[in-house]
């Protein structure tokens, strides 16, 4: 079954349904899709809520998503962030294609944040002493690996490799 129905008056985006258990249900297949989530009428979501904590997801990752911190990931939690991932993407099919990697060539340099996380991703990239364009979720997640080989680490201990001068390094000494 597809494009079939518009539940939101003037409603633009044709969705593509498929029958699922017996019920109707929004198919998420595109970036598109996901760029139009606030255009989907909350009467065709699936879930309407569901815990921070508890599911098969990283609890980190669901915590970044409940933008008002009350435990709970709403529909507005879940189309905030779309639209924000949306938006830092140069491609928004680039969420479906579940891959391991990110090609820091795929962030939109038009946006603010896209910006930032590129730098940041190759500040993470220079300390892991890597070169390149790609970096993995792997090499994201561990704070100690990224700040380990720098100079100010943030453990609170100063070390004579954090000093540009001889006369600071003898000081720290």
């Known amino acids: 079954m597809a494009n079939i129905l518009n ?6 985006y044709n969705w593509t349904y498929a029958n699922i258990g017996g019920s109707l249900r929004v198919k998420i297949s595109s970036g ?5 989530l606030s255009n989907l009428d909350p009467k065709m979501w699936t ?3 569901c815990p921070v904590n508890g599911l098969e997801v990283d609890e980190k990752s669901l915590k970044y ?7 709970k990931i709403r529909i507005q939690d879940v189309v905030k962030t779309a639209d924000w991932i949306v938006g830092i993407l140069s491609d928004p099919d680039l969420l479906l294609k579940q891959e391991g990697v990110f090609n820091l060539g795929d962030f939109d340099m038009q946006n603010g944040d896209a910006i930032k996380l590129h730098k940041s991703s190759k ?3 220079s300390n892991l002493g ?3 364009e790609v970096i993995s979720l ?4 561990s704070q100690a690996a990224i700040f380990a080989n720098t100079k100010f680490n943030g453990d609170g201990v100063i070390t004579p490799l954090s000093a540009d001068s001889d006369e ?4 720290i000494n």
């Open 130 to 132: 890597k070169e390149g």
């Open 138 to 141: 792997a090499e994201t997640s």
């Open 32 to 36: 598109e899709d996901i760029a139009n």
């Open 7 to 12: 539940f939101k008056k003037g409603q633009e």
């Open 123 to 125: 500040q993470i990239l």
């Open 47 to 49: 879930v309407l809520s």
């Open 168 to 171: 600071v390094k003898e000081a």
């Open 65 to 71: 998503i409940d933008q008002d911190g009350d435990g």
